[in-house]
């Protein structure tokens, strides 16, 4: 069982840059592959970015060279450290915890756990 805890969304202006944090609880966070989703209003969700054994990470094309997933594994942490932000990254964004293959990373359907979600919004 694994607990996740999203935290660090807020307003920020076009250009500006949040750090969003997901706490996970459970012995076995180590094992499993954690990913970040975004939903924005009236679409569906979709695939930010993903860390796994520790330091390798992949990102959707909408957010390569602005975002930059992290994993402090002494404290359970992981982090997306979002850049140069656009109306467009508007969503509430989500962490994820499961062991899907490379070609299912992107699928919601391969994760059994997820945070509550955490609001971003950029506007000016």
């Known amino acids: 069982q694994v607990q996740l805890v999203e935290s660090g969304g807020g307003l920020v202006q076009p250009g500006g840059s949040l750090r969003l944090s997901c706490e996970a609880s459970g012995s076995t966070f180590g094992t499993y592959t954690l990913t970040w989703f975004r939903q924005a209003s009236g679409k569906e969700r979709e695939f930010v970015g993903s860390?796994?054994?520790?330091?390798?990470?992949y990102y959707a094309d909408s957010v390569k060279g602005r975002f930059s997933i992290s994993r402090d594994s002494a404290n359970s942490v992981i982090y997306l450290q979002m850049n140069n932000l656009i109306p467009e990254d508007t969503a509430v964004y989500y962490c994820?915890?499961?062991?899907?293959?490379?070609?299912?990373?992107?699928?919601?359907?391969?994760?059994?756990?997820w945070g509550q979600g955490t609001q971003v919004t950029v506007s000016s």
């Open positions: 994820a915890a499961g062991r899907p293959i490379q070609s299912s990373m992107a699928s919601t359907n391969s994760y059994y756990y």
């Open positions: 860390i796994r054994w520790r330091t390798i990470t």
